[in-house]
């Protein structure tokens, strides 16, 4: 079974820090992605990216980066965490075929005090 | 803007009844897929559908997609408690074969 890991499941941060969320996945995917789930807003789409080093902005970019270093590793990053990026983030991976679902992992969700 | 909307927002049943869900959307699709996320967890996908296709089937699970209307439906058979959760569809946008979108999901809650 495909095993996406994201790094926390609770984290708490203060406005203005950086914070990084850590995602790893375990078969060899393509494609991952960086959803934040609200309430009401169901899922977006922050970024995604569908190799090493490359990225696409998805719906809701703003206050967000993203880093792909390696094929396995999906980083996303808060640069200075606002009040309104609390939410739960979720991370997904899938191949690249057509017609592939998204494996995703648990989620994190954060609090930005 | 959101794509892949479902309705109802909630829907509450007694074990042993059928759950519909539907889905709506605005544009063309390659394929919709339905997934289904149990409380502070991930999304698991449940089943994946055509653009060419009408019917799948996959346990007690049925999606029909009509693409004249634009929609969609997720029908659970026989519901038991454990399909508690909430259920959502998310459409392939035409862009990129790999970029779904998702809609706000229903709330199912089955009742022992």
């Known amino acids: 079974d495909v095993k996406v890991t994201q790094s926390s499941r609770y984290l708490v941060k203060r406005t203005g820090e950086k914070v990084f969320l850590e995602c790893v996945q375990d078969?060899?995917?393509?494609?991952m992605f960086w959803y934040r789930q609200d309430p009401g807003l169901g899922l977006r789409l922050i970024y995604f990216?569908?190799?090493?080093?490359?990225?696409e902005k998805g719906d809701i970019p703003e206050g967000y980066s993203v880093s792909r270093e390696k094929k396995e590793r999906f980083s996303l990053i808060l640069e200075s965490a606002s009040t309104n990026q609390t939410s739960m983030y979720l991370c997904?991976?899938?191949?690249?075929?057509?017609?592939?679902?998204?494996?995703f992992g648990n989620g994190t969700r954060l609090t930005v005090t | 803007s959101q794509q892949g909307e479902e309705d109802p927002q909630a829907l509450s049943i007694q074990e042993g009844e059928n759950a519909t869900m539907n889905c709506s959307y605005k544009?063309?699709?390659?394929?919709l897929q339905w997934y289904r996320q149990n409380s502070g967890r991930g999304l698991v996908h449940l089943i994946l559908?055509?653009?060419?296709?009408r019917e799948k089937h996959s346990g007690r699970l049925r999606v029909t997609l009509d693409t004249s209307k634009k929609s969609s439906s997720l029908l659970i058979t026989a519901s038991r408690a454990a399909d508690t959760a909430s259920y959502f569809c998310a459409k392939n946008s035409g862009g990129s074969n790999y970029k779904l979108t998702f809609g706000k999901g229903t709330l199912l809650t089955v009742n022992p």
């Open positions: 078969m060899d995917h393509e494609n």
């Open positions: 997904a991976s899938s191949q690249t075929r057509g017609n592939s679902p998204l494996h």
């Open positions: 544009t063309s699709i390659n394929n």
């Open positions: 990216s569908y190799d090493v080093k490359m990225k």
């Open positions: 559908i055509r653009s060419n296709e």
